[in-house]
């Protein structure tokens, strides 16, 4: 466990020096951003020397880092808001559609793929594979739409986009977790059918047990270990932020003002923004791990 | 499949309401404002806000004259101006009344401000005297004629700006409409009736469209592109306004480049766009032909500019009598905006019967705009936005404004021009301009607003600001529900 908190910090510290060098290889210039192009260069100067930025890049990595280690991750050149504040209200929003959609995704992907794969080779089998396939073919910017225009526009049951009300994230969960479901369905499918064909199933068979205790308590536990690893990758990147999602929904999640920032060259903002987003990353995998433990006992931290 | 049609049914009565009927109207704009500190705006939607919470000392009208807002003026000589506060003039939505002092503490705070993108066109105030509760005196360190055509800055309180007030995100002016909150949607309140007007950010234009139809927006403005604009026309529950436009579309040529330091070359690129095809197959309604920045409504504006026709014919007889390899390898930089690539890939079709191959590269707004800065491109596309007063022509053009030192991103340099700039012969520099073609000249867009048809009292105005938002009503109450 120990091993895995230093590995945690150094992927924190490795992300956190990527970012500082990568904003300041990128051309453009917080200078330029905040005093635009009449500015003397007297002015620009000035400004430069106040915010620090004409030191060596070491002693500004290192000063980032002091005024991270105090919590103070800075303000947003353009609106001028601490970033603490954009980050408390836009995670929650990410962490909300995030989750809805991984338990549609979950609700829908893995008893497909449990009778898909009782089903085997099937019609029902070959009707759940296109299905799914359709799913994980459909992309977010033409799916979002075309639910707005069932469900919102011809049907009026919810709103087209936006967060007044609670049921503003049914759309954008629903066109996260198709995707998501398609994904989870081939998976569930593909392992527990090679989990079919082990011994210990047989086994189980032959001491009479029903088919579903079999499937239930011996199989799916068996298969659940590539699962847990696809749902763990997944929602790192759900909360990473799913930027056409959030744009077409007007969702004001992290993935929106992440890459917002980044065209408007706000540095602070996008550098906060990647620190949440691994953050997010690395605890999600650190869940997972335990998860594993929890699914297969054998697995040991090591 | 019984229980996923079941749980999808669910979710969808769970969600299921009546449609309210809301006495606000909303409007879905495409880009929510990033400050309404007006000391700090500079983006568009920030602007267009602030004009409806704060009221500027002075403004411009339909032709872009100076118009008194809250004062009107005297210059004493070049270098003195006195401003008489008007004496109807609003107090501010805290009940405070304005004063001088208000209007001293403004400027002297921006002057203050180091960080401010605005400061540096105050650089020539040298003091600012209130000389009784309705007066004030500026005093500049250089002459400069055109002072007052620059106190544009909305006026804020003196004792919420020496409390270090947050006017960015909590603005208090003496505009026609308020503050009320700013979350995921801006909501502002018109002082004169109460009517709550909400701004709100909806990016994707399908989704503009959708939140039209579906009533969840009673109004959007701009940036569709034509085709759905269409689409609206044909909706008659929706209605379409449109006016002409004043914002002016350009191609920007680094004249730096060896081979676009040759007019001829630049008239080929120019009679090698069909500008009229352009603007009748894919712009809105009122798009025009531009000559120049300022349109030629304007008061510094020239009629006189007679459009280059599109000639492919000859303008590969230019590039061959220039000396030009053909076919004429140029890059075009734009930003990943669709409608923009869109404009990229139909010039990049009109100019290849010319003998010009046009590279296409479309790059994020912050990559695009340094690149334009720092003079790493051939040509590039942009629009001028907002622009009211010809000083624009000196600042885009004239040899001394090179970044970073002004706007002159083609690093165009003509001492004829430059004179001509420093007379302020506004006709024959923008002849001259137009004869050089440092830039070539595009369109000036047309303008539109789609609304609910009980939406009356607002129509879009050239330059694209919401003023008429003092003015908008809902004509009688109806449901929103289709």
Same mark, same amino acid.
């Given at each position: 466990?120990?091993?895995?908190?230093?590995?945690?910090?150094i992927?924190?510290?490795?992300v956190?020096?990527?970012?500082?060098l990568?904003?300041?290889?990128?051309?453009?210039?917080?200078?330029?951003v905040?005093?635009g192009?009449?500015?003397?260069t007297?002015?620009r100067?000035q400004?430069?020397?106040?915010l620090?930025?004409?030191?060596?890049?070491?002693?500004?990595f290192?000063?980032?880092?002091?005024?991270?280690?105090?919590?103070n991750?800075?303000r947003?050149?353009?609106?001028?808001?601490?970033?603490?504040?954009?980050?408390?209200?836009?995670?929650?929003?990410?962490?909300?559609l995030?989750?809805?959609?991984?338990?549609?995704?979950?609700?829908?992907g893995?008893?497909?793929?449990?009778?898909?794969?009782?089903?085997?080779?099937?019609?029902?089998?070959?009707?759940?594979?296109?299905?799914?396939?359709?799913?994980?073919?459909?992309?977010?910017?033409?799916?979002?739409?075309?639910?707005m225009?069932?469900?919102?526009?011809?049907?009026?049951?919810?709103?087209?986009?936006?967060?007044e009300?609670?049921?503003?994230?049914?759309?954008?969960?629903?066109?996260?977790?198709?995707g998501?479901?398609?994904?989870?369905?081939?998976?569930?499918?593909?392992?527990?059918?090679?989990?079919?064909?082990?011994?210990?199933?047989?086994?189980?068979?032959?001491?009479?047990?029903?088919?579903?205790?079999?499937?239930?308590?011996?199989?799916?536990?068996?298969?659940?270990?590539?699962?847990?690893?696809?749902?763990?990758?997944?929602?790192?990147?759900?909360?990473?932020?799913?930027?056409?999602?959030?744009?077409?929904?007007?969702?004001?999640?992290?993935?929106?003002?992440?890459?917002?920032?980044?065209?408007?060259?706000?540095?602070p903002v996008?550098?906060?923004?990647?620190?949440?987003?691994?953050?997010?990353?690395v605890?999600?995998?650190l869940?997972?791990?335990?998860?594993?433990?929890?699914?297969?006992?054998?697995?040991?931290?090591? | 499949?019984?229980w996923?049609?079941?749980?999808?049914?669910?979710?969808?009565?769970?969600?299921?309401?009546?449609?309210?009927?809301?006495?606000?109207?909303?409007?879905?704009?495409?880009?929510?404002?990033?400050?309404?500190?007006?000391?700090?705006?500079?983006?568009?939607?920030?602007?267009?806000?602030?004009?409806?919470?704060?009221?500027?000392?002075?403004?411009?009208?339909?032709?872009?004259?100076?118009?008194?807002?809250?004062?009107?003026?005297?210059?004493?000589n070049?270098?003195?101006?006195r401003?008489?506060?008007?004496?109807?003039?609003?107090p501010?939505?805290?009940?405070?009344?304005l004063?001088?002092?208000?209007?001293?503490?403004?400027?002297?705070?921006?002057?203050?401000?180091?960080?401010?993108?605005?400061?540096?066109?105050?650089?020539?105030?040298?003091?600012?005297?209130?000389?009784?509760?309705?007066?004030?005196?500026?005093?500049?360190?250089?002459?400069?004629?055109?002072?007052?055509?620059k106190?544009?800055?909305g006026?804020?309180?003196?004792?919420?700006?020496?409390?270090?007030h947050d006017?960015?995100?909590?603005?208090?002016?003496?505009?026609?409409?308020?503050?009320?909150?700013?979350?995921?949607?801006l909501t502002?309140?018109?002082?004169?009736d109460?009517?709550?007007?909400?701004?709100?950010?909806v990016k994707?234009?399908?989704?503009?469209?959708?939140?039209?139809?579906?009533?969840?927006?009673?109004?959007?403005?701009?940036?569709?592109?034509?085709?759905?604009?269409?689409?609206?026309q044909?909706?008659?529950?929706?209605?379409?306004k449109?006016?002409?436009?004043?914002?002016?579309?350009?191609?920007?040529?680094n004249?730096?480049?060896?081979?676009?330091?040759?007019?001829?070359?630049?008239?080929?690129?120019?009679?090698?766009?069909?500008?009229?095809?352009?603007?009748?197959?894919?712009?809105?309604?009122?798009s025009?032909?531009?000559?120049?920045?300022?349109?030629p409504?304007?008061?510094?504006?020239?009629?006189?500019?007679?459009?280059?026709d599109y000639?492919?014919?000859?303008?590969?007889?230019? +590039? /061959?009598?220039a @000396?030009? *390899?053909? %076919?004429?390898?140029?890059?075009?930089?734009? =930003? !990943?905006?669709?409608?923009?690539?869109?404009?990229?890939?139909?010039?990049?079709?009109?100019?290849?019967?010319?003998?010009?191959?046009?590279?296409i590269?479309?790059?994020?707004?912050?990559?695009?705009?340094?690149d334009?800065?720092?003079?790493?491109?051939?040509?590039?596309? +942009? /629009?001028w936005? @907002?622009? *009211?007063? %010809?000083?624009?022509?000196?600042?885009?053009? =004239? !040899?001394?404004?090179?970044p970073?030192?002004?706007?002159?991103?083609g690093?165009?340099a003509?001492?004829?021009?430059?004179?001509?700039?420093a007379?302020?012969?506004?006709?024959?520099?923008?002849?001259?301009?137009?004869?050089?073609l440092?830039?070539?000249?595009?369109?000036?867009?047309?303008?539109?607003?789609a609304?609910?048809?009980?939406i009356?009292?607002?129509?879009?105005?050239?330059?694209?600001?919401?003023?008429?938002?003092?003015?908008?009503?809902?004509?009688?109450t109806?449901?929103?529900?289709?």
């Amino acid at each position: 466990m120990i091993r895995r908190i230093v590995s945690f910090f150094i992927v924190i510290f490795g992300v956190l020096l990527l970012t500082f060098l990568l904003i300041h290889l990128v051309p453009g210039d917080p200078v330029e951003v905040m005093l635009g192009e009449s500015a003397s260069t007297a002015d620009r100067a000035q400004l430069r020397e106040d915010l620090g930025l004409n030191q060596p890049l070491i002693q500004q990595f290192g000063s980032y880092i002091a005024k991270l280690a105090h919590g103070n991750l800075g303000r947003s050149i353009h609106t001028k808001t601490p970033i603490i504040e954009l980050i408390k209200t836009r995670y929650p929003a990410t962490l909300k559609l995030a989750v809805l959609s991984l338990l549609i995704g979950l609700v829908i992907g893995i008893p497909l793929g449990i009778y898909a794969a009782l089903k085997a080779n099937h019609w029902q089998d070959f009707m759940v594979t296109i299905v799914s396939v359709r799913f994980s073919a459909m992309p977010a910017f033409w799916l979002g739409p075309m639910l707005m225009l069932v469900f919102a526009v011809w049907l009026g049951w919810l709103p087209v986009s936006g967060m007044e009300s609670r049921a503003s994230i049914i759309l954008p969960a629903i066109t996260l977790g198709f995707g998501l479901s398609a994904i989870l369905t081939r998976m569930t499918r593909t392992s527990l059918l090679e989990v079919l064909n082990d011994d210990f199933i047989r086994t189980a068979r032959a001491k009479g047990l029903s088919e579903k205790t079999v499937i239930a308590r011996h199989a799916l536990r068996a298969a659940l270990l590539p699962i847990i690893t696809i749902v763990g990758l997944q929602m790192g990147s759900l909360l990473a932020g799913t930027v056409i999602t959030e744009t077409i929904f007007s969702w004001d999640g992290i993935g929106r003002l992440l890459v917002e920032s980044i065209e408007k060259r706000d540095y602070p903002v996008t550098q906060a923004c990647v620190l949440v987003v691994a953050l997010s990353y690395v605890l999600v995998n650190l869940v997972t791990d335990v998860l594993y433990k929890f699914a297969d006992p054998r697995v040991r931290f090591n | 499949m019984k229980w996923l049609i079941t749980l999808l049914c669910t979710l969808c009565l769970v969600a299921c309401k009546p449609t309210v009927e809301h006495a606000e109207i909303n409007f879905a704009i495409t880009q929510a404002p990033l400050n309404l500190d007006p000391r700090y705006a500079t983006d568009a939607a920030s602007e267009r806000v602030s004009r409806l919470i704060y009221q500027p000392l002075v403004d411009f009208d339909a032709i872009s004259k100076l118009l008194p807002i809250l004062a009107s003026w005297q210059a004493i000589n070049d270098k003195e101006y006195r401003f008489t506060l008007n004496k109807s003039r609003a107090p501010f939505h805290n009940q405070v009344p304005l004063t001088a002092a208000d209007v001293k503490a403004t400027y002297d705070s921006l002057l203050q401000l180091k960080d401010s993108p605005h400061a540096a066109e105050f650089a020539n105030i040298e003091s600012i005297k209130v000389e009784d509760e309705n007066t004030i005196l500026f005093q500049l360190e250089q002459a400069d004629t055109h002072f007052p055509a620059k106190l544009i800055i909305g006026i804020l309180p003196k004792n919420l700006i020496e409390t270090g007030h947050d006017f960015s995100h909590h603005p208090v002016g003496n505009g026609p409409l308020k503050f009320v909150s700013w979350q995921n949607k801006l909501t502002l309140q018109r002082i004169n009736d109460g009517q709550i007007i909400s701004l709100q950010e909806v990016k994707d234009p399908t989704v503009r469209v959708l939140k039209l139809l579906r009533g969840e927006a009673d109004l959007i403005q701009g940036d569709l592109p034509p085709e759905l604009v269409k689409y609206l026309q044909n909706k008659p529950e929706i209605s379409v306004k449109s006016s002409i436009g004043a914002n002016f579309s350009y191609l920007g040529l680094n004249m730096q480049d060896a081979t676009l330091q040759n007019l001829k070359v630049r008239l080929a690129i120019t009679h090698a766009i069909d500008r009229q095809a352009i603007i009748d197959k894919v712009m809105v309604k009122n798009s025009r032909i531009a000559g120049a920045i300022l349109p030629p409504e304007h008061w510094a504006g020239n009629a006189n500019l007679k459009p280059y026709d599109y000639n492919p014919a000859l303008a590969k007889k230019l +590039l /061959t009598e220039a @000396g030009v *390899k053909l %076919p004429l390898k140029l890059v075009y930089k734009t =930003s !990943t905006d669709a409608q923009r690539v869109r404009f990229a890939t139909i010039l990049q079709a009109q100019m290849q019967p010319a003998g010009i191959a046009l590279e296409i590269r479309s790059l994020d707004w912050g990559t695009f705009f340094e690149d334009v800065k720092q003079g790493n491109f051939q040509l590039f596309g +942009l /629009t001028w936005v @907002g622009i *009211k007063t %010809p000083e624009i022509y000196a600042k885009a053009f =004239s !040899t001394n404004n090179v970044p970073p030192n002004g706007f002159n991103r083609g690093r165009y340099a003509d001492a004829e021009l430059d004179k001509l700039l420093a007379n302020e012969d506004w006709p024959a520099a923008t002849a001259r301009i137009y004869a050089q073609l440092p830039y070539i000249p595009l369109w000036y867009e047309g303008q539109f607003a789609a609304m609910q048809k009980n939406i009356i009292n607002y129509a879009p105005k050239p330059d694209g600001n919401w003023d008429n938002l003092t003015t908008i009503i809902r004509s009688v109450t109806i449901s929103n529900a289709h």
